[in-house]
Nanobody
């Protein structure tokens, strides 16, 4: 079993930045994927991005240039750097991991961007 713990959410003004972290409770066997989804009230869940084996990162096209995913294998952690935040980025951000055919989810962290 793997627990994922997110941190770093909060309230920020438009144009600001936040860095989300997600740490797994143990090392993940290779291959593994860690990433983020987000869900705003009344909207469908949206895939944000992921990183494979701590090094091969992908971000959804609509967020490229503002959001970046990186990983720290030694700390079993994935980061989501969010810059130039907009009110429409307001959502719950959920970390996930895929390992050995099993999906794991974090509890989520709220990001609120004020205009």
């Amino acid at each position: 079993q793997v627990q994922l713990v997110e941190s770093g959410g909060g309230l920020v003004q438009a144009g600001g930045s936040l860095r989300l972290s997600c740490t797994a409770s143990r090392s993940l066997f290779s291959p593994n994927i860690m990433g983020w989804y987000r869900q705003a009230p009344g909207k469908q869940r949206e895939w944000v991005g992921s990183i494979t084996n701590g090094s091969n990162a992908n971000i959804v096209d609509s967020l490229k240039g503002r959001f970046t995913i990186s990983g720290d294998n030694a700390r079993n952690t994935v980061f989501l750097q969010m810059n130039s935040l907009k009110p429409e980025d307001t959502a719950g951000y959920y970390c996930y991991a895929v390992n050995m055919g099993t999906h794991y989810w974090g509890q989520g962290t709220q990001v609120t961007v004020s205009s």
